[in-house]
């Protein structure tokens, strides 16, 4: 039987002098595949790579740096943290880490835990010292609040449940739209 | 908005006017905000989206701005218009690639963009030729402060701006500069710059941004931290290091020409010869030699072509660009050729040979 472990490792790692096995240009993604014990490594520049579809563009922006971040700097909560998911918009903790984005404004205190030593880490801070809106400013069980009505909406809307639609949306119209 | 009515043009950042206009091309600012009642885009959905856009549109054309935004609705634009957008810094790649409804307004020199449906809902961003970062945050606190009347943004105490990312919560804020630096390349020195300036959390990078390469030996210098400083402590910290850079990089062209009048002299006549005459020119090596004759003009070892033309041919060089002059869809090849052919008229149009 064949065992396949294909790991695509994107990060800036010592490549400095490794040339791309299809051009000439400099390597920078590296392939190990291991197959009934064979190692087979590839070494290619970023367009080849992506031009024979080895990696998928995003894996090499932000949000694979972001995910690496993130993941160093769990803990020992994880576990709590993995089972988090944001009432209001739906999105599960492990998604925010795979994707690096958040899903909605109010995971920022749903997710507090895991944010605030991300938060250190990155800006080396865990507080906003800058511009304030003149305007009062919602807080953030009433941005929660406006999101999950939007999802319910949506959901009701994908569901064809019409009447439920436009109560949800009565309802949204009645709670100020806060465009 | 006609989008035609820009590609004759240069737009505000390639001005090749301002404050230090030698070494500094552009300055430019971006803030990030977001709707306090709605996912953010990653997360919303098509139908969502459609109402957040044209939430937005509606709130933007009524702000009370001179001169007026224009609204460009992007799925509607063909792929070269987008790609041209890119080109000249209106919008970013990740809004020209993105699916759904997006848009952006802008005004019609260039200075002021709104991106609707970016990462995040809306990506405020003003830019100005030289070293204006001041004048820069003036306006766009002031566009800001227009929206802000208008739409409830997501923003707590505690936080700030609230971002679909971490990396840009707070302030929402990226101030960035784009320096030309070839002498610092020719010495080496650049990497001890950069170095020295990654310590203090300021990022370096290419022309076109994030994963971008410094083509044409230009760098856009911006600050990482959004979060616990105050927008004024972050443009002072850029503003403290940006003259010091441009301290180096006179010095590195003074002794330069120095030591190696000759060699500089030639290098940059051979530039200018090259662009001049060549019938196949690549956009990199169209890049490498604008830059040496940039840096001609400016050490006046050049005197019969001026900087905005340079600037000029800089974006006009670039493939959407450059399809859109030549009025049809070219492929690498006859990019190449028509990139040539290109320089070569506008150079003989601009001057004589070579000194």
């Given at each position: 039987m064949k065992s396949e472990n294909r790991k695509p490792k994107t990060e800036n790692q010592k490549e400095c002098q490794v040339k791309c096995q299809f051009c000439s240009n400099p390597a920078t993604v590296h392939l190990t595949d291991i197959v009934d014990m064979h190692k087979k490594e590839m070494h290619l520049c970023q367009s080849c790579a992506e031009q024979h579809q080895l990696v998928k563009k995003q894996e090499l922006n932000l949000p694979a740096i972001l995910q690496n971040l993130i993941g160093q700097h769990l803990g020992p909560q994880t576990d709590e943290l993995a089972r988090l998911t944001c009432p209001a918009c739906g999105i599960k903790y492990m998604e925010f880490r795979a994707q690096g984005r958040l899903g909605c404004p109010h995971d920022y205190e749903v997710f507090r835990g895991g944010l605030a030593p991300l938060l250190q880490r990155i800006h080396r801070s865990d507080r906003h010292r800058g511009k304030t809106p003149q305007r009062s400013v919602l807080p953030s069980d009433q941005m929660a609040e406006l999101v999950e009505l939007r999802r319910r909406l949506q959901s009701a809307i994908d569901r064809e449940a019409y009447e439920e639609a436009a109560r949800l949306r009565d309802l949204l119209r009645r709670k100020g739209c806060h465009g | 908005m006609n989008l035609d009515s820009l590609t004759h043009t240069s737009g505000e950042w390639l001005r090749?006017?301002?404050?230090e206009s030698d070494i500094v091309i552009s300055s430019r600012i971006r803030l990030a905000r977001n709707l306090a009642a709605f996912p953010f885009t990653n997360r919303a959905s098509s139908g969502q989206k459609a109402e957040i856009e044209a939430l937005l549109r509606e709130r933007i054309a009524k702000i009370d701005l001179e001169p007026k935004l224009s609204y460009v609705n992007v799925p509607t634009l063909s792929s070269l218009d987008r790609q041209f957008l890119v080109e000249r810094q209106l919008i970013s790649r990740e809004l020209a690639a993105a699916d759904g409804p997006r848009g952006v307004a802008l005004v019609p020199q260039e200075t002021v963009s709104l991106m609707v449906n970016e990462e995040d809902h809306l990506r405020l961003q003003v830019m100005r030729s030289g070293f204006t970062l001041d004048e820069a945050w003036q306006e766009i606190d002031r566009v800001d402060d227009l929206l802000e009347q208008r739409v409830t943004y997501a923003f707590s105490e505690e936080f700030g701006y609230l971002t679909a990312c971490p990396t840009n919560v707070g302030t929402g804020m990226r101030a960035s500069v784009m320096l030309h630096l070839p002498a610092l390349e020719h010495t080496k020195q650049i990497e001890k710059v950069f170095r020295a300036l990654q310590k203090i959390n300021l990022a370096v990078r290419g022309l076109y941004g994030e994963g971008s390469r410094a083509s044409g030996h230009f760098y856009q210098i911006s600050n990482q931290v959004t979060l616990g400083k105050s927008e004024t402590n972050i443009l002072n910290e850029i503003h403290s290091v940006i003259p010091q850079i441009i301290t180096y990089e006179r010095q590195a062209r003074t002794s330069w020409l120095r030591d190696n009048r000759q060699g500089l002299q030639d290098k940059i006549s051979r530039a200018y010869g090259t662009l001049c005459s060549a019938t196949m020119m690549t956009s990199e090596e169209t890049m490498e030699l604008l830059s040496s004759v940039r840096l001609g003009i400016n050490l006046h070892l050049i005197e019969d072509i001026t900087i905005p033309t340079v600037n000029e041919l800089f974006i006009h060089t670039q493939p959407a660009h450059l399809q859109k002059i030549v009025g049809t869809s070219l492929d690498g090849e006859e990019r190449n050729t028509q990139r040539a052919r290109y320089l070569r008229t506008r150079l003989r149009e601009a001057g004589a040979s070579p000194n």
């Open positions: - | 090749g006017s301002g404050p």
